[in-house]
């Protein structure tokens, strides 16, 4: 049975900082490349940073890059997300979730369709 467990969110001011984690299990975490993505109240659900399997590059969205961190852990099946910098416009739900399929869309990473494994979520709310 595949799982995804999010933790880690919260409420926090702007300038602040949260770590989210999500431990995996019931599918091969280190053969799969593993994303965080987020909706916010009312839209649709966006790519926020993306890290891969084999040599753990990663990539983010223009809105959070030099902002967030992503990392993962094979040895713990965990994928992290590091924020700094926190702003009121980074509330939202966030999920990790892993990708697996292939959709045409460029970059591949920031499709959420093509991710096939979601996480429940978790509240990070920002205040200013």
């Known amino acids: 049975q595949v799982q995804l467990v999010e933790s880690g969110g919260g409420r926090v001011q702007a300038g602040g900082s949260l770590r989210l984690s999500c431990s995996t299990s019931g599918f091969s975490f280190s053969g799969y490349a593993m994303g965080w993505l987020r909706q916010a109240t009312g839209k649709e659900r966006e790519f926020v940073a993306h890290?891969?399997?084999?040599?753990?590059?990663?990539y983010y969205s223009d809105a959070v890059k030099g902002r967030f961190t992503i990392s993962r852990d094979n040895d713990k099946s965990t994928v992290y997300l590091q924020m700094d910098n926190l702003e009121p416009e980074d509330t939202a739900v966030y999920y990790c979730?892993?990708?697996?399929?292939?959709?045409?869309?460029?970059?591949?990473?920031?499709?959420?369709?093509?991710?096939?494994?979601w996480g429940q979520g978790t509240q990070v709310t920002v205040s200013s």
């Open positions: 979730a892993a990708y697996g399929r292939e959709t045409g869309y460029k970059p591949y990473w920031a499709d959420p369709r093509a991710y096939v494994y």
């Open positions: 890290i891969t399997w084999m040599d753990n590059m990663a």
